[in-house]
């Protein structure tokens, strides 16, 4: 299906001129060689392109990339080979950099033998084409010998950046660029098809993609810019041990894909990995997706809402867009009047392709299809189940596996087999995987508070994402949800009702050292004495949150009672000793039963949320009262 539905997208970018003509590759060009007609290098010049990059502080930067010049396809064979207008420095200029120093020799002789290769196989393919351009070119290659150019000057001044870049040549004085020379393209693509025909010839089967009966490829060409592979690329087809062979099939003719299809799949892949809105990092996995549609803003509404991608989409866009579609959700609309405007069909295909390179394969870690209307229906009912606050808040993919990481870890990446559960929970609106629940719990209850490495045990995406499992769980459980967006003082769930108490009774003690603080300055201020001895509290170095939270959220049976017997002492001390007696009466009487002995996994969970939100109500307070003060004033 995969290959099927990359080969019919192939189908709509060629149709808008988007892939590259049969034959030809893109490749990453640095320097721009200038060369005399008589061979000689008449300058080396940067030929990068500058892209300017906004960091996330609101600076911009400026950056330096290869541009991308379009050559004759390159080679993908191992070991020694030569393409047709060769860009690779070893083999131009057969010199390796070493030590601050151009040689001619090392361990291997590689320069050497590649210099030679290159030589044989360019001077033979430009036998006979007499331009300006190419006649420089065949002069470079007759007369550069390596040994003599060790100190070249042009060179030298490249230094170390020289190994790992591309080069192009020009003949100075013009603009006539080697790669784009017409006689020598011409000369490339009657080479390409005559060996195509050769190399067609070979094997003869029905292609499992098209059902035609069709060349098969042999080998299957390679991809590029996914994460963690190789420089050179990675196959996603590929047989190599005898185990895998069938028939007496030998490598990917075990497939039975033809080389047009190959092709197709191919140029497809590398075209989506090389794209700003196709492709995103999700951890280790590199994220592929595209809409069978000529129209690309499916794919940046979709690079934006799940990726916080912000290149083609701006972050108000963003919340505005997340906001329309949530109460389209709520509504059973499928389609904002942002997609209408963009004449959006609700009823294209999306696809979304999660690939991981191994060694020098690819592995599919997940492959998703449905109608572009469907997925945007849940991704807008995944982030409605995220939201802790009235104002909308779009978290990301990449928000998500943050928090499911410890900040103490060296390791900073989560198991891909979750990652692909819980975005298919996202596309599909299935059930989150219960593991996402428990690593999530886990870490509120474990992780601490620490202002200067800026980690919190709690934070408005761990809330969003226990809220958001608990919801959905009951929801396609035909149940009724118990978990609203802000503070629920109707919610008479126990571990709710827990988890209230304790944010009351840790603010009840922040407050009490507060009003102990300013006692304690207050008569420092009045008495100068410095003999006499502190009556009243220093300022908190630790809470109840540090000490009991955990144990709290798992057994509130075992640790409420020493808590209220802690907050006698509190309420002495405090501001508003009325105000916090008032609310701990009002959830006390609200738990009918007691305090739970145990609390399970999910009720743990709703422990975490009453905690979060009540919390949350006293900042709104306080903003709240300040409000009221300065309409006052």
């Known amino acids: 299906m995969l290959i099927q539905a990359l080969n019919d997208y192939y189908d709509i970018l060629s149709g808008q001129g988007k892939l590259l003509p049969d034959g030809f590759s893109n490749v990453d060009i640095h320097y721009l060689v200038y060369l005399n007609p008589d061979g000689t290098i008449d300058g080396i010049i940067d030929w990068q392109e500058t892209e300017e990059i906004k960091s996330k502080n609101g600076k911009v930067k400026e950056i330096k990339k290869a541009r991308?010049?379009?050559?004759?396809q390159r080679t993908e064979k191992p070991g020694i080979d030569s393409n047709f207008i060769e860009h690779r420095p070893l083999y131009l200029f057969g010199l390796n950099?070493?030590?601050?120093?151009f040689k001619t020799t090392d361990s291997t002789n590689k320069a050497e033998k590649s210099h030679k290769i290159f030589k044989d196989v360019n001077l033979e393919f430009i036998e006979g084409i007499d331009t300006p351009v190419v006649n420089a070119y065949r002069n470079f290659i007759q007369n550069w010998e390596p040994g003599n150019e060790t100190g070249n000057v042009y060179l030298s001044g490249i230094g170390k950046k020289y190994g790992t870049s591309g080069y192009a040549f020009c003949l100075s004085g013009t603009v006539d660029l080697l790669h784009k020379d017409k006689e020598l393209n011409e000369r490339w693509l009657s080479r390409f098809s005559s060996n195509k025909e050769v190399t067609d010839g070979a094997v003869i089967a029905q292609c499992a993609v098209t059902g035609e009966n069709m060349p098969i490829a042999r080998v299957h060409s390679k991809i590029k810019g996914i994460f963690g592979a190789t420089a050179m690329g990675s196959v996603l087809v590929s047989f190599k041990h005898s185990s895998e062979e069938s028939y007496g099939n030998k490598q990917s003719y075990n497939s039975n894909i033809s080389e047009k299809a190959m092709e197709k799949y191919t140029k497809v892949l590398n075209y989506i990995s090389s794209s700003k809105n196709q492709k995103s990092q999700l951890d280790d996995i590199t994220v592929f997706y595209w809409a069978m549609s000529r129209n690309e803003k499916c794919n940046d509404i979709m690079s934006a809402l799940l990726f916080d991608n912000r290149?083609?989409?701006?972050?108000?866009?963003?919340?505005?867009m997340m906001k329309s579609l949530i109460q389209d959700a709520r509504e059973g609309n499928i389609l904002s009047g942002r997609m209408k405007e963009e004449d959006i069909d609700p009823d294209v295909n999306f696809y979304i392709l999660g690939i991981k390179p191994n060694v020098s394969r690819i592995a599919m870690k997940f492959f998703y299809r449905r109608r572009f209307g469907e997925i945007l229906l849940n991704i807008a009912r995944h982030q409605d189940d995220l939201q802790v606050s009235e104002k909308v808040h779009t978290i990301s993919m990449w928000q998500i596996k943050k928090e499911l990481v410890s900040p103490k870890s060296n390791i900073d990446t989560v198991d891909p087999a979750l990652m692909a559960k819980i975005f298919e929970a996202v596309i599909y609106g299935t059930r989150y995987p219960r593991f996402l629940l428990a690593t999530v719990v886990r870490r509120v209850k474990t992780d601490t508070d620490d202002e200067k490495k800026k980690n919190v045990k709690l934070n408005r995406v761990?809330?969003?994402?226990?809220?958001a499992y608990i919801n959905r769980e009951a929801r396609?459980?035909?149940?009724?949800?118990?978990?609203?967006?802000a503070l629920d003082k109707e919610n008479k769930t126990p571990a709710y009702l827990c988890g209230r108490l304790f944010a009351v009774l840790e603010d009840l003690q922040q407050d009490s050292a507060r009003k102990s603080k300013e006692s304690r300055e207050s008569e420092e201020k009045e008495v100068q004495d410095e003999s006499k001895p502190n009556v009243y509290e220093k300022p908190l170095n630790r809470t109840i949150k540090d000490a009991y939270f955990s144990s709290a959220a798992s057994k509130p049976a075992t640790i409420f009672p020493k808590l209220l017997k802690l907050a006698q002492n509190h309420l002495r001390k405090s501001n508003r000793p009325g105000f916090y007696n008032k609310l701990v009466q009002e959830i006390i009487d609200n738990l009918e039963g007691g305090f739970p002995d145990i609390l399970s996994l999910v009720e743990q969970g709703k422990f975490i949320i009453g905690y979060y939100q009540q919390y949350q109500s006293f900042f709104l307070y306080i903003d709240n009262k300040k409000d009221k003060d300065k309409e006052d004033n």
């Open 476 to 485: 396609l459980s035909n149940k009724k949800e118990e978990l609203s967006v």
């Open 68 to 72: 991308k010049e379009v050559m004759p």
């Open 311 to 320: 290149d083609t989409i701006g972050i108000d866009e963003i919340e505005g």
């Open 97 to 101: 950099y070493q030590d601050g120093e």
């Open 462 to 467: 761990r809330a969003g994402i226990i809220k």
